[in-house]
């Protein structure tokens, strides 16, 4: 082992050469760690001329290196370049271990942006990788964040707090799946989502469009977000604190403390927000004197959002039987305020939600035969409790002003219900590197769900009497893939082939929104088995560029919350049928000049039987099938630094998503027509600059601007020959009533952080929506308007 130097931005170096003889196929390769025995992924390992990159789990390779003395070079970013003289005669075959330690404890935006790009680069499964933590100190939310990257839009359904919708490449709603660390989300609710957790609880968000890696072991059909958590390395602390337009606060602590030997690992983290999401928006109200109906610009009144999220844990790591034990506990507790039903028909003053659980899980991971075996094990169980609050005798308009009235609940279905839902998670993955060239995966994710509660104000059944919300009703799906890695042309080429097989069986009551003549008529079973294959390969043509393909034949389940509802404003329907698509991907990228990173990505998608969430009698909505969809589309993303201290970005997605087959006399109009209420147009760009020594000496001072618009898209199902005529839609307007137009949409939002070199503060400043335009989310819920946002970060140490 190499001595090591106790200096700041000096790495520690260890190799541990093993040599073996009697290989068919002499070979160089080994592992990177850093100092808690985590793999350092992307690393650059330089063999002679030779070149690679260390994988998810550390490991690199060189096939049929000549004999002979080389240099050996590993470098990574955050970490100091190390060399050392390696000799291979013929027939050895040399494992080595490098041990790496971080030149700091952070790393600034451009080296994070660079790992991740690094990171991305190695994969022959489409992923976009989004840094949280490269801007964590800026006065933003993960959601805005995200909509800033290719072929994601993100809505909501009512400010800061709400539900968000995301829409990659135009596949929505739960045909786009969430992971945490690569565990499926669901368990958790809505408590840690997109719309709810900070950036400083995350690291880096992957963003996957189509196929998936078979270790996110999910039916997801049209891509998959994978928060990726901040990884918690020795003893440190970090606080923030965000004030923001319409009474919106965020603020939250996360540390940990390792033992000296590093052992042994606690922490926890904490977050608070809330924001009244009083801002005002354009709603219709009669007329005081002629009761016609008029638009007038009021405040929302109630439309709060307030989320408690809080997690503690303890882990043993560097053990012999085990590499990470990690015991957690989460739990959360979010209160929603409901100022409108699905879409802004109606005001409420009352209308309420909450959910909240208490969630203990069991993370253990080992890695086997010299590494070549990986195994990753996670469980948990929890009681994820929803309620909704319907009970006022009387209704609210738009001026916030009350009427009472006799009966009960401002919606059309009053409740006081509370809901148990009772989830078992598992999820196993294992990893077996056959040899330098071959790698097999296995992954297999179990959930069942056993759901029931109770309301005073529901339906029940019509020969008993008894509450639906009584009966139980379950859920259970299976997950099970396996892939084949392959390594081709000293690792140029990269195929990775994979097939699931998928399992669920669901029971429960289908006519309970309706509220009469629920019997046991309305019992419903669905269940079924499906498998899916999928081929994804990467070829390296040079260390700067490089193309990807990718196909896949797959289907997707049905969830709990399509089939159950939410009790909410989602209604139940058991008639859903799982959805079904063939995919194909083809992309391209390349870095010129060490400066400019260009990226190109097409796709097609063909899929029966695609659900939404469409209205149906107000106050609810539903999930359905829709007709077939089939189409293309491309995105295009294009990064360049220049003067050393600035950096340009501009992406822009177009999708061509119609519907097809259509049989019925009455609705073949709808052939070739666009997805409603989908976003077909997008594109960014944003300009950061960076600036040092500013107005004292190792201050920094980042500024930033971003710009995103949104071509106008239809709420509901339009011909074709309505739609704008210009190229590829881009120009003119569609020939409809402007109520089902969500229009044209510009948002610009500029900030800044600045470091005044006192050690870990941080201040940060943000604008959104400067040029106070009209914004608009889900279903043509309106958005905020001009808003500002200060927020104070610190770290110790």
Known sequence: MIRSTLLTGISIFALHTTVLF?????????????ANKQPVVSATIRLGELETQSDQQGYFSFAKSPSGKYQLKVSALGYVTQEKQLERKNGQQITIEVLLIQTSTTLDEAQVEGRAHQLQRLQPIKTTLIDARAVSTQATSLTELMNRAPGIRIRQSGGTGSNPDVSVNGFQGKAIKYFKDGIPLDYLGDGYSIATMPLEAIDH???????????????????????????TNGTQTNAYYEIGSFNSHRLGVKSSTASKDNRWLFGGEMYYNYAKNNYKATVEVPDPMTKNPELVRLPFFHNGSKHLYGEIFAQLQNRIWADELRISLIGFDLAREQQHPAMMTDAYGAVRSKQYTLAPSLRYKKALLNDKLHFDQFVSYNNLQTERIDTLRGSYDWYGDFTPKTTIGETRLPSQSHINEHQVVSRSNLSYRINAQTQLGLNYVFTQVNRHGADPYGPTLEETGLDVLQLKSTYKKQVLGLSLDNYWFDEKLQNQLMAKYYSYNASGIQNTWLSANVGEKDKRTVSGNYWSLADAIRYRLSTTSLFRLGGEYTYRLPEREELFGNNIFIVPNFELKPEQSLNFNLGYQQTLFSSLDIEANVFYRRTKNQILLVTIDAPNAQYKNQENVRGYGFDIDLNYRFWKNYRFNTNATWTNLRLYGITSEKDQWMNDSRLRNTPYFFANVGLQGSYENLFRGSDKLDLFFNYNFMREFYLETIPKSWEPNGFLGLSGNANINSNLIIPNQHLLNGGFTYNPSYRGFTIGAEVRNVLNKNLYDYYRIQRAGRSFYLKLSYQIP
Do not use: C, F, M
């Open 205 to 231: 968000i992957e963003v996957y469009r189509g196929i998936l890696p078979i270790y996110l072991g999910s039916d997801a059909l049209g891509g998959a977000i994978n928060l990726v958590p901040r990884k």
């Open 22 to 34: 009697a290989q068919e196929h002499s070979t160089v390769s080994g592992h990177i760690y850093d």
